[in-house]
């Protein structure tokens, strides 16, 4: 897949738009580089540490790495086969050139604390001249820093971090950036290197030859991840792309697997709908497990139980339960939100978040989405230990006791705790897979306290999460509203499929929140959640209607619905959180959630069709 845009020197236009981005990494941090072929997101040493460019949330104050052709330009972006390695292609009069860039791996640089961005610059006909302009922006622009250029090399240092620009091409320094402009013919190529260092650690340039090999075993280690997946199906393109995705949001580290890469992308152009989800979502990480698992990753899903095994304890009593519903990549509690004020944010959507306030919200759905995807992995992967299985236990009675109170539900709302029915399903998912577990493999459970308090919850979801007016399953327990949650009660094997409650339930979804096979998750203005704005269809629901339709016997629809969701796309296959009514990405990008779901209904959908 590629994109195509035309685009004049860099800063011609304030922002690109969220779905113009390509996306790179080293699985502890990764960069959005633009199809002008400007980096305007990076975060170093790792996801959630503070920014050192965010061009992204804010044009002037950000900073930014600008590397791109001189003059009017053609661009075209895309994916080196099989890899997370990016290509930037310029088409201009005299030549065309390209930009590679990539963050190595595989030479063990995923599991030590060397962190370098690469920018590879080849002259691939005729000749092309290049500007580069490395502007730097400490501490998400707040923290001032230095220049100072020894042997060619330009360090840049605040308190808080250094790093080092090498290039084969001279370098000059301009106020507190650097420049560069120089002109390559055809064959020729030109290498930035952009290193973590030390204070005391002398910067090592990087050389065409190293830049090659590093390319070279880059190249190699994604490959070769990607050769263990067992899609043989129809979409292979866009599944493989949602995999390598999702492996780039894992932290090599620990095993924590982020939501998204971003902070505050607007899910709503001008408006406060703008959070920060480079963190651990225990709901979201365990639908990636599944989703990888699908696939045949079952190291992925092994480092994440370790996450889990290492940083989170069942016993901890916190009024939220024993799980908190996020946790940090290396596995803290405290995730305090703040507002960036001296951002403007993505188009000037203020505010600008870091941390996230919902960390201390009772979501009481995560228990679920956490033990089906230990118990997926106890089934496909590895039998779980004997002290998992104390954790799963406790954590069940844990549900057993706590199923039957309010809570904010898996959309995080900030309008008041309510008995949310998709809160109840998952409930009564954790019990069930529990259940299972515990009988496929003969360990020790209760298990008429289980099963009776299952069955009580299943009682409760059918009486009061029906209404009989309007003929469907509701969002709330005694309520009227229509939410796409409930699209999971099918895929988690809580109703049959064809059941004509379902059905009726489907088909009023159908006509209320879903718009050319796009879906919103509920409406804002019949349910309201305690924010201001609108918001556009929800991806990852998107997703969930297609696999209710296929297992309630409409493949043909649901193909439908899929095949038109796979145009909304970026030019990379690659998705934010939302789709705007224009069909623009909304949302902080790419979104583990829309990606691990697109592959789960391209693999039953795949089944369904033979």
């Keep these: 897949m590629t994109g195509t845009t035309t685009t004049d020197a860099p800063g011609g236009s304030r922002y690109v738009p969220i779905s113009e981005h390509g996306l790179i990494g080293d699985l502890r941090s990764v960069a959005l580089v633009g199809t002008d072929g400007t980096i305007d997101w990076y975060c170093c040493p790792s996801f959630d540490a503070p920014s050192v460019f965010a061009a992204i949330l804010d044009a002037e104050r950000g900073g930014a790495f600008e590397l791109a052709a001189v003059g009017a330009a053609r661009t075209r972006q895309f994916y080196f086969p099989d890899t997370n390695v990016l290509i930037t292609r310029f088409f ?29 610059v080849v002259c691939v006909r005729g000749s092309v001249a290049f500007r ?103 979409w292979r393109e866009m599944v493989h792309r949602s995999a390598l995705t999702l492996k780039l949001l894992t932290y090599a580290p620990t095993g924590a697997i982020v939501a998204a890469p971003t902070t505050s992308l607007p899910e709503q152009l001008g408006g406060e709908r703008n959070w920060d989800y480079r963190y651990v979502w225990v709901r979201d990480a365990a639908f990636a497990v599944y989703a990888l698992l699908r696939l045949g990753f079952t190291q992925e899903a092994r480092e994440f139980m370790e996450f889990l095994t290492r940083h989170i304890s069942p016993g901890d009593g916190r009024p939220s339960g024993p799980l908190q519903i996020m946790y940090g990549i290396d596995g803290r509690t405290d995730l305090p939100e703040q507002e960036l004020e001296h951002l403007e944010g993505h188009l000037g959507s203020a505010p600008v978040r870091v941390g996230n306030a919902a960390a201390e919200q ?26 998992q299985w104390d954790d ?83 969002q709330h327990e005694d309520g009227e509203v229509l939410d796409a949650a409930v699209l999971m009660m099918p895929l988690t094997k809580f109703i049959a499929p064809t059941d004509p409650k379902w059905l009726s339930t489907l088909d009023a979804l159908t006509q209320e929140l879903v718009s ?42 649901a193909r439908l619905a899929f095949e038109k969701m796979l145009t909304y796309a970026n030019h990379l296959g690659l998705y934010a959180e939302e789709i705007s009514h224009t069909g623009e990405q909304q949302g902080n990008f790419p979104q583990a959630f829309t990606h691990l779901a697109l592959i789960s209904a391209a693999f039953n959908l795949d089944r369904a069709l033979g």
Aim: charged share 25%; glycine share 8%; proline share 4%.
């Design 92 to 120: 201009t009069e005299e030549g065309v050139g390209e930009v590679q860039d990539f963050m190595p791996v595989g030479g063990g640089e995923e599991k030590t604390d060397r962190h370098r961005l690469i920018r590879r």
């Design 132 to 234: 580069a302009r490395v502007a730097p922006r400490f501490e998400y622009g707040a923290q001032p820093h230095t220049l100072h250029m020894v042997d060619g090399t330009a360090v840049f240092r605040c308190a808080q971090l250094s790093i080092a620009l090498t290039a084969t091409v001279p370098l000059e320094a301009d106020g507190p950036d650097a420049r560069a402009e120089f002109k390559l013919a055809e064959g020729e190529t030109a290498v930035f290197a952009l290193d973590q260092v030390g204070d005391e650690v002398p910067p090592r340039g990087c050389a065409s030859g190293e830049a090659e090999e590093q390319f070279a075993t880059t190249v190699a280690y994604w490959r070769h991840w990607l050769s263990s997946s067992k899609y043989r199906g129809r």
């Design 362 to 387: 009772l979501q009481l759905d995560i228990y679920g989405a956490l033990i089906d995807s230990i118990y997926l992995y106890d089934k496909w992967a590895t039998p779980i230990s004997s002290d």
């Design 392 to 474: 799963v236990c406790a954590l069940v009675e844990w549900v057993c006791a706590n199923w039957d109170q309010p809570d904010e539900g898996i959309w995080e709302t900030r309008g008041g705790r309510k008995n949310f029915l998709y809160s109840r399903l998952m409930c009564w998912v954790a019990i069930e897979r529990g259940v299972r577990m515990a009988n496929r493999r003969g360990l020790p459970a209760d298990l008429v306290r289980w099963r009776e308090v299952r069955d009580t919850i299943y009682r409760r979801i059918m009486s009061r999460g029906w209404s009989e007016r309007r003929q469907a399953f509701v």
């Design 516 to 557: 050319d096979s796009l879906v919103y998750r509920y409406d804002p203005a019949a349910s309201p959640d305690g924010l201001q704005g609108d918001e556009g269809t929800f991806s990852i629901c998107s997703f969930w209607y297609v696999e209710a339709m296929v297992h309630a016997g409409r493949v043909d629809e």
